[in-house]
């Protein structure tokens, strides 16, 4: 039990300290130190997916899920505990030299970068997930339902409570 708990503590730290463009960037990082040693890809989709349904900080709640998978009420604190004490040393530091140098061009302009690169590791998660949920195969339903709910999401603004509750009434329709 030592040994999975020391060996979550350190999967989360390495997680926490590289988990640029906040929680949900992560979400692949996290999904590849949990799959296959603490569950499926699978159960790890099934998470991810609940896992927006509440709230709460994203990669805290599917990081001590994955825990508690993986070492029981143990885990769970130790996955929490490593996965924000990284992020939040360095935002503290990070936010003292950003008071200092925020005018500078070279500070705005790695913001932005990193905001970009944050995108992309949400949508390569997104894309795999998807393949996760359709059995690794293109199942065309699924991706015009992610599709539809992203449009819902994205034009009319709906929280993602009402985005999660609409899908699982759709899918129970059609899936």
Not at 102 to 127: E, G, K
Request: aromatic letters at 8%.
């Amino acid at each position: 039990m030592i040994g999975t708990l020391l060996e979550l503590f350190w999967a989360c730290v390495k997680i926490g300290f590289l988990a640029f463009g906040g929680g949900n960037a992560a979400i692949p990082l996290l999904e590849a130190a949990a799959v296959p040693r603490w569950m499926s890809t699978q159960e790890f989709g099934e998470l991810v997916g609940l896992n927006f349904a509440f709230p709460g900080v994203a990669i805290l709640k599917l990081g001590g899920m994955v825990g508690l998978r993986a070492a029981g009420t143990p885990g769970l604190l130790v996955a929490v505990i490593g996965l924000a004490s990284p992020g939040l040393v360095l935002t503290i530091a990070a936010y003292s030299l950003l008071v200092q140098y925020r005018d500078h061009s070279l500070v705005r302009r790695s913001l932005l970068a990193m905001q970009y690169a944050a995108a992309a590791l949400l949508a390569s998660s997104a894309l795999r997930m998807a393949q996760s949920a359709a059995g690794g195969q293109v199942h065309i339903v699924g991706i015009a339902l992610g599709l539809g709910l992203f449009v819902v999401a994205y034009f009319l603004h709906l929280g993602p409570v009402l985005v999660v509750v609409l899908a699982a009434a759709v899918g129970v329709l059609i899936l």
